[in-house]
């Protein structure tokens, strides 16, 4: 039997379906995670399980989250080339192994892509165990490159990412890939994603720093805009907050310091007008997110803005280590969105990581966008807490047809809610 080719010519017309199935019953969790790059080299946009539409269109690039059918789990990742962005250059595709499970040969593990046609699709790859080595790893499967007048090329690539939950845990073996195509990239990968309400990006399991910058667009007249981040544990209580008053952290739940608030440029659309610091590893094991939010202060006085509906685009930035840190990735909550005075901009919620340790975890940044009444931050503290519970995607406006996700990827399970006030 001739060897099945590794690089494979696709029509920049065409549209793809990349589809992970394996055993329902292995009580092994996989996610099939698609890695944008840009032409200048950058990791822009990514889906996964827990981003399940690009942030350009649904169309563009979507994934399914997961779904059962018969025995089998089953992820998807859809993308239509005739409508993909231009600047985009390169898109990796992975398989990433979550914890601990059985060996891939005990799967019953399949990767196929292939172009929907009908009557009957048109297999482009398909790739089953044994992988040599390749037991429990993540693996870069294949990778799809833009070529010349228009077209696409599919390339089999089967590199085993140790110690990788998630792209951003691979951003060194991924940057190889990267330079390989785009020779003029910078000495390490950059990631530069521009999230959408209910979307969720993990932060590498190694990050000890963390900078937010808070900021909006327009003037607000006599009204201000003042922010505050309010640390929480896993059952809803309210442990402390930064805010103008309170520049930083000191109570017994975490190490002194560990998050800190300044104020930045307070002209509306010159810089961050609040800057927030977070040392990750100086924060207890209590805590368990961190909300952030926005209130407005109206003046008695017509010429000020009264709710965020009147207010240009609110933004959260999230930013890797100090002060020339460079942004990961941004929030923007869209124009005229929500007629209160409050506005729930995200959280950074912290999970376990299996592969660190029987301690590690790992933070991600969930943007919410979701409004709050009251001027300022203790007023939001219940709607914070009944938050708990909730899952990021159920924000996300799915793709159409989009399948119902599966009970074990929420992020929050079986927690009671709890009403708390913060003292």
């Given at each position: 039997?001739a060897k099945?080719?590794?690089?494979?010519d696709?029509d920049?017309?065409?549209?793809?379906?990349?589809?992970?199935?394996?055993?329902?019953?292995?009580?092994t969790?996989l996610?099939l995670q698609a890695?944008?790059v840009?032409?200048?080299?950058?990791?822009?946009?990514?889906v996964?399980?827990?981003?399940?539409?690009?942030?350009?269109?649904?169309?563009?690039l979507?994934?399914?989250?997961?779904?059962?059918?018969?025995?089998c789990?089953?992820?998807?990742?859809?993308t239509?080339l005739?409508?993909?962005?231009a600047?985009?250059?390169?898109?990796?595709i992975?398989?990433?192994y979550?914890g601990?499970?059985?060996?891939?040969e005990?799967?019953?593990?399949s990767?196929?892509?292939?172009?929907?046609?009908w009557p009957?699709?048109?297999r482009?790859?398909t790739?089953?165990?044994?992988?040599?080595?390749v037991?429990?790893?993540?693996?870069?499967?294949?990778?799809?490159v833009?070529?010349r007048?228009?077209?696409w090329?599919l390339?089999r690539?089967?590199?085993?990412?140790p110690?990788?939950e998630?792209?951003?845990?691979?951003?060194?073996?991924?940057?190889?890939?990267v330079v390989?195509?785009i020779p003029h990239?910078s000495p390490?990968?950059q990631v530069?994603?521009?999230?959408e309400?209910?979307?969720?990006?993990a932060f590498?399991?190694?990050m000890?720093t963390l900078?937010?910058?808070l900021?909006?667009s327009?003037?607000?007249?006599r009204?201000?805009i003042n922010?505050?981040a309010i640390?929480?544990?896993s059952?809803?209580?309210a442990?402390?907050?930064?805010?103008q008053?309170n520049?930083?952290?000191s109570?017994d739940?975490?190490q002194a310091g560990?998050v800190s608030f300044m104020?930045?440029?307070?002209?509306?659309?010159?810089?961050?007008?609040e800057i927030?610091?977070?040392?990750?590893?100086q924060?207890?094991?209590?805590?368990?997110?961190?909300?952030?939010c926005?209130h407005?202060t109206?003046?008695?006085?017509?010429?000020?803005v009264?709710t965020?509906?009147?207010?240009g685009h609110p933004?959260?930035?999230?930013?890797?280590?100090g002060v020339?840190?460079a942004?990961?990735?941004?929030y923007?909550v869209?124009?005229g969105?929500?007629d209160?005075?409050?506005?729930?901009?995200?959280?950074?919620?912290?999970?376990?990581?299996?592969r660190?340790g029987e301690?590690?975890?790992?933070?991600s940044?969930?943007?919410?966008?979701?409004?709050?009444q009251?001027?300022?931050f203790?007023?939001a503290?219940?709607?914070m807490a009944n938050?708990v519970e909730l899952?990021?995607r159920?924000?996300q406006?799915?793709?159409?047809?989009k399948?119902?996700?599966?009970d074990?990827?929420?992020l929050?399970r079986?927690r009671p809610?709890?009403?708390?006030?913060?003292q």
């Amino acid at each position: 039997m001739a060897k099945a080719p590794s690089r494979i010519d696709v029509d920049g017309e065409a549209a793809l379906n990349l589809r992970l199935t394996w055993d329902v019953f292995s009580e092994t969790a996989l996610d099939l995670q698609a890695v944008v790059v840009d032409n200048r080299g950058r990791i822009v946009d990514v889906v996964c399980h827990n981003n399940m539409k690009g942030t350009c269109s649904a169309r563009v690039l979507s994934h399914s989250s997961g779904q059962v059918v018969g025995a089998c789990c089953t992820q998807e990742v859809t993308t239509m080339l005739k409508e993909m962005p231009a600047a985009v250059h390169l898109i990796l595709i992975l398989v990433c192994y979550l914890g601990e499970g059985a060996p891939y040969e005990a799967l019953e593990l399949s990767f196929v892509a292939e172009q929907p046609q009908w009557p009957m699709a048109h297999r482009l790859m398909t790739l089953e165990p044994p992988w040599g080595d390749v037991t429990h790893s993540s693996i870069l499967v294949a990778s799809l490159v833009r070529a010349r007048a228009g077209h696409w090329q599919l390339r089999r690539e089967m590199q085993a990412l140790p110690n990788t939950e998630h792209f951003m845990d691979a951003l060194g073996s991924l940057h190889q890939h990267v330079v390989a195509e785009i020779p003029h990239v910078s000495p390490s990968l950059q990631v530069a994603i521009p999230v959408e309400k209910g979307g969720v990006l993990a932060f590498p399991s190694d990050m000890k720093t963390l900078r937010l910058g808070l900021g909006y667009s327009g003037e607000l007249g006599r009204s201000e805009i003042n922010s505050a981040a309010i640390l929480f544990t896993s059952a809803g209580e309210a442990l402390e907050a930064v805010f103008q008053g309170n520049p930083q952290i000191s109570g017994d739940h975490s190490q002194a310091g560990a998050v800190s608030f300044m104020m930045g440029n307070r002209k509306a659309g010159h810089g961050d007008s609040e800057i927030i610091h977070i040392r990750l590893d100086q924060l207890g094991e209590l805590v368990h997110s961190i909300y952030v939010c926005m209130h407005i202060t109206a003046k008695l006085s017509t010429t000020g803005v009264q709710t965020f509906a009147d207010v240009g685009h609110p933004y959260c930035r999230a930013c890797a280590g100090g002060v020339e840190g460079a942004e990961i990735c941004r929030y923007t909550v869209a124009q005229g969105a929500g007629d209160a005075k409050g506005v729930i901009l995200c959280r950074l919620q912290r999970s376990i990581c299996s592969r660190g340790g029987e301690k590690a975890s790992r933070w991600s940044f969930c943007a919410l966008g979701i409004s709050s009444q009251g001027t300022r931050f203790t007023d939001a503290i219940g709607d914070m807490a009944n938050l708990v519970e909730l899952d990021p995607r159920t924000l996300q406006i799915p793709a159409e047809g989009k399948p119902d996700t599966l009970d074990f990827w929420n992020l929050q399970r079986n927690r009671p809610q709890c009403d708390c006030s913060l003292q």
